[in-house]
DNA sequence: CTCAAAATATAGCCCAAGCTATATTTATTA
DNA sequence: TAATAAATATAGCTTGGGCTATATTTTGAG
């Protein structure tokens, strides 16, 4: 039993919650490159690279605080916790993934790259694993 | 020249432009749904098969309403109006084609039905060509 | 070392999208 | 046809995610 399959209900109720993690994804998958890039994340960059105004950078990263991804003191730079690190990593290896499933199938490059902005959000890891399959495949 | 790689910062803003619209046009498409199946769509249809309460499904009817795509009389049913009959077809056959794809590409039937629920509002007509053509292949 | 500039924080606003509780209207049935 | 049940609307709350304006802190010149 256990095994219904999902109603629509369902089906929706989860994709409005893989959105409200969308935006934390991003965060803290770009906190990980500026750190990378630059050796430091300031809100400052963050706003910027994200196209958002200053106070909106420091309000999500609060929020990445809240939910133990990040760390940071007062008029200092932004630096991710183990968990956040690790989700990082996780999210872009499965960015780099959509791109590439999506120029596989036809998709041309800078539309593959705009659209897997918001279609990784919702690539669940049995929907991963496929892509990574389908391109190993020859 | 007009033609600059889109910087970080567009992508991440045009995801979150497509996103302000995923949920009306879930909206239409089961509007459409349910009027095709049952004659009628009723707020309290809406809100059963969306997961959501009754008076959320009334707030957003109102937003559809704002924007042009539905119609309502107090204590009526919800009807749609040319332009989100319209949007419901589009966006009823890009969620189609985008489980096709990737049942297509080996994403089992359960994940594909679930994953395209949120992948579908981030396709562009770029990327759907690409399925379509990719889908007509062999 | 001081002071101006840059970065960050804070205050206060908006709107979307969710909720519960309750009032109102419509539909049904005894 | 009244009374009850069901559907819908309304009020009022929360949170997320955006903004501008402004206060505060840190940094870097001179
Ligand atoms: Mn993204
Ligand atoms: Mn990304
Ligand atoms: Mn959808
Ligand atoms: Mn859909």
Redesign the pocket.
């Known amino acids: 039993m256990t095994d219904a399959p999902p109603s629509d209900a369902d089906r929706f109720a989860r994709a409005?919650r893989k959105q409200?993690v969308?935006?934390?994804e991003d965060y803290v998958e770009l906190i990980g490159d500026l750190i990378a890039e630059t050796g430091e994340a300031?809100?400052?960059?963050i706003a910027d690279r994200?196209?958002?105004?200053?106070?909106?950078a420091?309000?999500?990263?609060a929020?990445l605080k809240r939910e133990g991804l990040a760390t940071?003191r007062?008029?200092?730079?932004v630096f991710l916790t183990e968990a956040g690190a690790a989700l990082a990593d996780r999210v872009r290896a499965r960015h780099r993934t959509v791109v590439a499933l999506l120029i596989a199938v036809g998709v041309p490059q800078e539309a593959a790259e705009l659209d897997a902005e918001g279609i990784e959000h919702h690539v669940s890891d049995r929907s991963l694993a496929a892509f990574e399959a389908f391109l190993k495949r020859d």
């Open positions: 409005r409200s969308a935006l934390l300031r809100v400052a960059d994200m196209g958002v105004a200053q106070p909106t420091t309000k999500t990263v929020r940071s007062p008029y200092r730079g």
